[in-house]
């Protein structure tokens, strides 16, 4: 509790800083917004020529998008301290961190709160309610909770991404751009069907960055679609991104315990 | 406890890797040894001078005690830990000041960095009211409280991150050259501070500096180090003898040439008024003395100690000189 209180206050103290260039903030989340709308215009524009994908609507499509966004943006917002984190090395920042009476962890999150994120927030929050308005059955207080379960389980696997990413600047401060693809790239790979994609790359989204789990699984479930899963895995698929998250932490771990002994 | 900080044979070894001549080649390797078995011990309560020339080990030394740094070898305990063991409640006991890094937020008031560290410490709100109030009138820096970092010269800001340093109230405060850049007044302000906090306070202090003065006028013991290895361990004086030259001769002598006996250095020369450099061991002054008056004429003279800076620049000298 006492840490919650303390990671607002530094984050706030972030905020009150970035606050000091307002236009820079507030055209920063528009462009976020905008820049991110497009990809579902994108997906609309696809509707409007064909219908249907591999058998899904576009209003269950547009809960998988909903999900798989509004859970990319709170990790975006919340993580972007570990974003950051190369240059947190570079500049040698990194030892006042751990001069400092808290885990390392703690730090660098609370480091950075990315509001401007909010952009990707908005259009991803309207696509899930619009998606969930557009039901014809309606949803269950049930399944609402279902999803609400996913998008946290969505924030638990990308901070864990994020960590992977920041703890390989331990070990090189060069070229993440190759997480991109599993961050940026992942999020559009799952505003689709899982089931479109050749089985390699839907086992590799599924077992190994399980970010099916957290969207593709559970939707599939919740519309009916077949599947070679028993339909309670649907309600424990979101547990996966909680165990990813742990396994980023894990990672950031061994890196903290080598840039200690190799002094980077 | 006898000692509050105890290191043992204490050696870092970095692997540098350079790249090869083409993408292919395989990269040479090369070990540098940062440092290479140093040993000493500190009493609570020691003012301790940790001094050498650039790259000889001073930061790493204050990396490993710290608890940034896991050496390759040796050991270390501060108040009976082990620092990179158990760093989150070692840094609950240090402070430390790096001279040309702020510990504090850029972009806001100084008294909000304060706070945060406040409750990064956890520390209790009266207590740390008043031990604010105690370091913001010593280190006088009540006005400066409500600008943002960013704006505060070197020197004030200098001053801010020593409150910032203390605000825990750390038994050991390590110093890393805190008074570079600093104009004349803020240094003699930082010295007469740190000096009290040492006397009052009883606390440790381990300060790394290039400024002969500050070593001068605080540090009671001198660690000298190069090349990873620890090269003296003693006073001020201890230095001066172990570089040589010792005593300075000041004098005005007549028209002509100058010429000196054996074993005295000119340092400075500008029309009658000559510097001479010597140590008594190896060249009595009465010997020079008698030598300038009988050769150039001597119409004044005043034999002083050796300005500390010249001291030790020779002794890097040699120091280069022995590793080459």
């Known amino acids: ?264 | 406890m006898e000692h509050i900080i105890s290191v043992r044979d204490l050696c870092v070894h970095f692997t540098v890797r350079k790249k090869g001549k083409t993408m292919f080649s395989p990269r040479e390797k090369t070990v540098v040894r940062a440092l290479d078995g140093v040993s000493f011990d500190i009493a609570p309560g020691e003012f301790v001078g940790y001094i050498g020339p650039n790259g000889a080990g001073k930061s790493t030394t204050i990396k490993c005690l710290s608890g940034i740094l896991t050496p390759t070898g040796g050991h270390i305990a501060v108040l009976g830990r082990v620092p990179w063991e158990e760093r989150v409640r070692h840094v609950a006991d240090i402070g430390v000041v790096f001279g040309q890094r702020t510990q504090l937020w850029w972009d806001l008031p100084v008294e909000d960095s304060f706070e945060l560290l406040r409750d990064i410490y956890k520390l209790d709100r009266g207590e740390y009211e008043r031990t604010k109030a105690r370091l913001v009138e010593a280190i006088d820096i009540g006005e400066l409280l409500r600008t943002p970092v960013r704006q505060l010269s070197l020197g004030q800001r200098m001053r801010c991150d020593l409150v910032a340093s203390l605000l825990h109230r750390p038994k050991i405060l390590f110093l890393d050259e805190p008074t570079i850049g600093l104009d004349a007044v803020s240094k003699l302000n930082m010295r007469g501070f740190v000096k009290e906090l040492n006397e009052k306070e009883g606390t440790t202090v381990l300060l790394t500096t290039h400024d002969m003065d500050d070593v001068e006028t605080l540090c009671r013991r001198l660690l000298l180090i190069g090349h990873g290895k620890k090269l003296m361990d003693g006073t001020v004086d201890d230095l001066r003898r172990m570089a040589g030259t010792k005593r300075v001769l000041k004098a005005t002598v007549g028209e002509g040439k100058v010429t000196l006996p054996a074993g005295a250095v000119l340092t400075a020369h500008e029309g009658r008024r000559i510097e001479v450099a010597f140590d008594p061991e190896a060249l009595p002054a009465d010997k020079l003395v008698l030598h300038l008056a009988s050769t150039a004429g001597l119409t004044d003279m005043q034999v002083v100690a050796a300005p500390l800076d010249e001291t030790v620049a020779a002794l890097y000298r040699r120091m280069a000189e022995v590793e080459a």
């Open chain 1, 1 to 264: 509790m006492e840490s919650i209180k303390t990671y607002f206050l530094l984050a706030l103290a972030d905020l009150r800083s970035q606050m000091q260039h307002k236009a820079s903030f507030v055209l920063g989340a528009v462009g976020n917004f905008c820049a991110t709308i497009i990809d579902f215009l994108g997906i609309w524009t696809l509707f409007a020529s064909f219908g249907a994908l591999d058998g899904w609507t576009l209003a269950q499509i547009a809960v998988l998008y909903g999900v798989i966004n509004l859970s990319f943006s709170i990790a975006e917002a919340v993580g972007r301290g570990f974003d950051l984190f190369a240059g947190m090395v570079k500049s040698g920042d990194f030892d006042r961190v751990l001069l400092r009476l808290r885990g390392t962890l703690f730090q660098v999150l609370s480091s950075r709160l990315e509001l401007t994120r909010l952009g990707r927030f908005a259009q991803g929050a309207g696509v899930l309610i619009l998606g969930i308005a557009a039901q014809p059955q309606g949803m269950s207080a049930g399944q609402l909770g279902l999803l609400l379960l996913c998008i946290l389980g969505g924030v638990a696997l990308f901070l864990g991404l994020l960590m992977m990413q920041a703890a390989l600047c331990f070990w090189t401060v060069e070229s993440l751009e190759a997480f991109n693809v599993l961050t940026y790239g992942g999020v559009t790979m799952a505003g689709y069907p899982l089931s479109v994609y050749r089985s390699w790359f839907r086992r590799f989204f599924l077992y190994v960055v399980p970010l099916g789990c957290l969207n593709y699984l559970p939707a599939a479930v919740l519309f009916g679609k077949d599947l070679p899963y028993p339909a309670f895995t649907a309600y424990l698929a979101p547990v996966a991104g909680g165990l990813f998250l742990l396994l980023g932490a894990l990672v950031w771990q061994l890196g903290v315990r080598h840039y200690r002994s190799a002094g980077a």
